[in-house]
Structures are given as structure tokens and as C-alpha cells.
């Protein structure tokens, strides 16, 4: 079930209605949990099975860690909770990747080998509430958690359907103090909310689907090579559209939630006026990226261990981080790009004195863009179908493919450049500020018109509900 589709705006309604009715707590946490399973379902009901496996495992094991004193037995369940969580999400998810490259393997030592290729189907989600389940075992291994007290709580923490199939990736000490006590309508809140969901619903809707992602594929999904502007105005158009469709999914999340009276966390801060690739960390997917450092990049030891065991750490981790989003050898890269770039900025910082002169407003909006045109690098090949694509993309980038040629009309040009420009300066300008602090400061009547544009631009723009790009990892 899409947030950009009509039944979702059915579900929901009729949710909200019973939510607030005045029925037990109890109740009400019963109802947000079949309708986070009836939501789930709209995909493939055979997959909620998944679900309650990592559910099953993760509250009895956690139990366990808890209630016994012997170190063996915390560590044995543990490993129980990450064998299980992550035996799933490899079989799923990386069974025919590691078949595929088994099978390469043996023909560069001229084995030809044909297995009957496995037909998996990549459960929605299962990235994401794999990683979630794994938190919340994890902190009660650390002690930072004591287990939920009660398993529908616990139940309605891994399944709940704002951020079930694509984030953000909520941690147990964030949700579960939620479910202690009811939820009553707080209209001010769920106003909010509604405006993040259409807010969320024009970048998905409006700038990702209908302006930028068209130009997006007709450059990337295209046979010939192109030429150098066209290149740059096909990177340029999936940098914003990937942000839009992302930050999209995960603001109308946000707003749903907060209709129900719950909060999460943010999971983008204007991440195209980030300075430097650490602060652009901070602010792309910050529930994953915070999940990496806590969970593997600390574990791995961090920075503790000097400085060569440090880069390797950063390395590991983004490698990881980037057969996180797909199994495919171009998201490896793509990770391992950005831990390169982590590691140079470290570098950097070390030998380079440190002087007034970087925070003066030219210098960090130069350094900004700079740090842009290198991520944009780094999505050549997010987007790429294969190796061969990406370098002959970079190569038109950077000016080297005389024989590339134009796949693009004078509006789709018009179009890239514009809206990335709108992006890159409406980043920029709220880099450190507060979306709802501006928006509450404003007249009633401004904040009146501009939603009411802004829904009215989603109904007439919308055309053909497309999936958001990360249901896919």
C-alpha cells in the first residue's frame, strides 16, 4: 500500500477514526497492530510470516539477555537473534548475488557451471525492520535497555506501518515509552502531521516522480552514450529526485505518525548543504547512518584503535553500508566512494591548520558545493545498471566522451538545472533551521494558501502511483 495511492488515504482516514474513539488503550495498540499487518499485506500477506519470525526470535531472546547474569548465555542468544534477523535478510536479499558471483568465480578457473537459478522475492522492507529488531536485542545486550513489558508494545514497535517498509529506522528507546500511555487527539499535532504528509506527498509526487525522474531515466535507462551536459543534467535530476522520493517517504512517515500521537525521530536535515562528507552523514538517512556507527563502526572499534585500524573501520563500515541498499556490486561502490571520501576529509582536517577563514559564508558555500558535485559522482552508481553504464557516464561528466550525444529535449535541461538549483538553495537557506518553527511563525492565512497549493498541485499532477525508490532495499 502506497501513501501516494487513494486506499492508503481510505486506510488511514478509517484508522484515525478508531484510533480516536474512546476505547481502552489497549485497544487502540491492538488496532494500530492488525492495521500495521493489513498494511503490510497489500504487498504480499505470505511475507508477514518474516515479520513474526523476527518478532517471535527478538522478544524471547532479548528475555533471555536480560533475565540471566552468565555471559554465555547473553552471547548465545544474541547470536540466536543476529542468525536469525540476518539469515533472513541474506537469504532474500543476497542468495542469488552470491550465487552469481559463485558462479563467475569458477569460469576465470574455467569452470563452467549452470544451477537452476533461485526465483526470490525480495520481501519490502525487510531491510529496515531487520535493523530495527536487531537494535533493540543489542541495547539490552549493552544495558542501555530493559525489554518491553509488554509484547503487543513490542509487537506494535517492530510492525508499526508509518515506517515499516522503508524507515526511518526506529530505535526501541525512542518507541516504546510511547505505548505506555493513550494517545488523546492533540489537534495542533495532528496538523502538523497532515502538513508534513502533503509536504512529503509534493516532493514524492510532484518534484520526484513527475519533473525529475523522467529526465532521470531517459539518461540512465538508455543505450547510448550520452554527451557531457546531458550526463550532468541526467546525475543531476536523480540527485534530486532520489532525496525528494526519499525525504518524501520518510516526512509523510513523520506526519502519519504524528496523526496517531506518536513521534519519530528525522531522518534528513538539508542534506545538499552538508560541508564535508561527515556532515553530510549527519543529515542523509540519519536513522541509518547513526545505526552503522552504533552498532557497527563502534563495535568495530571505532576510532579507539589508532589511525590505519580507524580507516578500516570507516571502509568496513561503508561497504557494508552500501550492500545494505542492494545486491549489486555498484552499491558496493557506491558505499566504498563515500568511506574513500571520509577518509581523505580526516586526512585533510589533520594537515590543514585550522583558520577563521573556514567559516566565512563564501568559503562553506564553496566547500558545499564542492562536497555536492562529489556525491553526485557517488550516484552514478547508486543508479547505474552496471559498471560499464557508470564509467561511461563519469567519463561524459567529465568531458571525455566526444561521441556522446544529446538524450534530452531543452525542457528536460530546463527542468534538471532548475529544480536542483531550487533544492540546492532551499537546503542552504534551512540548513540550520526549523521547518515547523518557520512554517508556525507564518500568518494562518499564508500557511492556508500554500498547502492549499501545494495540494492542490499533487491532485492534478499525479499521475501513475510509482513505488518509492527504497522499498527496494
Not at 38 to 46: K, M
Not at 415 to 439: G, V
Request: include cysteine; charged fraction near 10%.
Amino acid at each position: 500500500m502506497l501513501f501516494n495511492s487513494y486506499t492508503f488515504i481510505l486506510f488511514f482516514v478509517i484508522l484515525l477514526f478508531l484510533h480516536y474513539l474512546p476505547l481502552k488503550w489497549k485497544v487502540k495498540k491492538f488496532n494500530l497492530l492488525i492495521a500495521s499487518y493489513l498494511f503490510y499485506s497489500a504487498w504480499n500477506p505470505v511475507f508477514v510470516f518474516l515479520i513474526w519470525i523476527s518478532t517471535i526470535v527478538d522478544w524471547f531472546s532479548a528475555k533471555k539477555i536480560y533475565n540471566t547474569e552468565k555471559k554465555i548465555i547473553k552471547r548465545s542468544f544474541l547470536f540466536l537473534s543476529l542468525l536469525t534477523n540476518l539469515g533472513l535478510l541474506s537469504f532474500f536479499k543476497y542468495s542469488e548475488f552470491l550465487l552469481d558471483n559463485f558462479i563467475n568465480l569458477l569460469s576465470v578457473f574455467g569452470i563452467t557451471f549452470h544451477p537452476a537459478m533461485p526465483d526470490i522475492v525480495l520481501p519490502v522492507g525487510i531491510s529496515f525492520y531487520t535493523f530495527q529488531t536487531l537494535s533493540y536485542t543489542n541495547d539490552i545486550y549493552r544495558n542501555k535497555l530493559n525489554p518491553a513489558g509488554s509484547f503487543l508494545d513490542f509487537a506494535l514497535y517492530v510492525t508499526f506501518f508509518p515506517q515499516l517498509v522503508a524507515g526511518p529506522i526506529v530505535r526501541a528507546t525512542t518507541f516504546l515509552p510511547q505505548c505506555k500511555w493513550p494517545k488523546k487527539p492533540d489537534f495542533e499535532m495532528i496538523g502538523w502531521g497532515a502538513s508534513l504528509f502533503l509536504l512529503g506527498l509534493f516532493q514524492k509526487v510532484v518534484v520526484a516522480d513527475g519533473l525529475l525522474a523522467p529526465v532521470a531515466e531517459k539518461v540512465y535507462d538508455n543505450a547510448n552514450i550520452p554527451n557531457t551536459i546531458t550526463a550532468w543534467a541526467g546525475t543531476l535530476a536523480f540527485s534530486g529526485q532520489i532525496f525528494c522520493d526519499f525525504a518524501g517517504y520518510s516526512t509523510c512517515a513523520i506526519g502519519v505518525a504524528l496523526c496517531l500521537g506518536f513521534v519519530l525521530p528525522d531522518n534528513f536535515k538539508y542534506p545538499y548543504a552538508a560541508i564535508g562528507f561527515a556532515d553530510f552523514w549527519k543529515r542523509w538517512h540519519i536513522s541509518l547512518s547513526s545505526w552503522l556507527r552504533d552498532y557497527l563502526y563502534i563495535s568495530l572499534g571505532g576510532n579507539r584503535k589508532g589511525t590505519f585500524r580507524t580507516y578500516n573501520n570507516i571502509m568496513a563500515t561503508m561497504f557494508l553500508g552500501g550492500l545494505w541498499h542492494g545486491a549489486s556490486w555498484t552499491f558496493v561502490a557506491w558505499g566504498c566512494f563515500h568511506g574513500f571520501y571520509l577518509i581523505i576529509e580526516r586526512v585533510l582536517k589533520k594537515i590543514i591548520p585550522s583558520s577563521t577563514i573556514w567559516s566565512l559564508s563564501p568559503v562553506k558555500i564553496l566547500l558545499s558545493s564542492f562536497t555536492f558535485i562529489l556525491v553526485c559522482f557517488t550516484w552514478v552508481f547508486f543508479r547505474s545498471h552496471n559498471f560499464k553504464q557508470a564509467f561511461s557516464i563519469i567519463k561524459s561528466m567529465a568531458g571525455g566522451n566526444g561521441q556522446g550525444v544529446n538524450l534530452l529535449s531543452t525542457y528536460d535541461m530546463i527542468t534538471s538545472f532548475t529544480m536542483i538549483a531550487l533544492i540546492l538553495i532551499t537546503h542552504w537557506i534551512m540548513r540550520d533551521r526549523s521547518l515547523k518553527e518557520i512554517t508556525l511563525s507564518m500568518h494562518w492565512s499564508l500557511r492556508s494558501v500554500i498547502f492549499s497549493t501545494v495540494l492542490i498541485l499533487i491532485i492534478f499532477l499525479s499521475g501513475e502511483h510509482h513505488a518509492f525508490i527504497y522499498f527496494q532495499f
